[in-house]
């Protein structure tokens, strides 16, 4: 059964172009580092080590900002179809300043946990806490957080 999304949030080209072209750039930056001048073998080995860690990084953040994040009654799910959450299961929903939150995102508190993820600049678990945000826009994440917050005062009255 197909449910109508009620919100979308997802990254702009800009967004994505400029946090992963700067994240490579700092990568290739970090490996000529090391080839060019070499420093100690250990530093050497450490700087390798960091910027092809900074090239996986922002090709993962590049495949996974072409996806978005829906909104249904049901669940939070990414439009690959992937489940983030159901409805049911969200505890609250924190946007406050000191919310240990994705940059421009907010914060979800669910009643179980379940299996950590992340996907870079988009979305991440861990344990009871689901962030939303990153490469994202403001205005769309505050909708969604909002939408969410209604749909949980919604089924508080229905209770």
Do not use: H
């Not at 009643?111 to 990153?134: F, Q, S």
Request: proline share 4%; with cysteine.
């Amino acid at each position: 059964m197909q449910q109508d999304v009620l919100a979308t949030v997802q990254a702009s080209s800009p967004r994505r172009w400029i946090g992963v072209g700067m994240l490579g750039i700092v990568a290739l930056l970090v490996i000529y580092v090391a080839l060019a001048s070499p420093p100690e073998t250990g530093w050497q080995v450490f700087l390798l080590v960091i910027g092809f860690a900074s090239l996986w990084l922002a090709q993962r953040m590049w495949v996974s900002t072409k996806d978005a994040i829906e909104l249904t009654k049901s669940q939070l799910r990414t439009r690959s179809g992937r489940p983030i959450c159901e409805i049911a299961d969200i505890v609250s929903v924190d946007r406050g300043v000191f919310a240990f939150k994705p940059s421009n995102g907010f914060l979800v508190l669910t009643r179980a946990r379940t299996k950590n993820a992340w996907e870079p600049g988009l979305w991440w678990r861990i344990g009871r806490r689901i962030g939303v945000g990153g490469m994202t826009s403001a205005a769309e994440t505050k909708f969604m957080s909002e939408m969410l917050s209604a749909l949980l005062m919604e089924r508080a009255e229905s209770s």
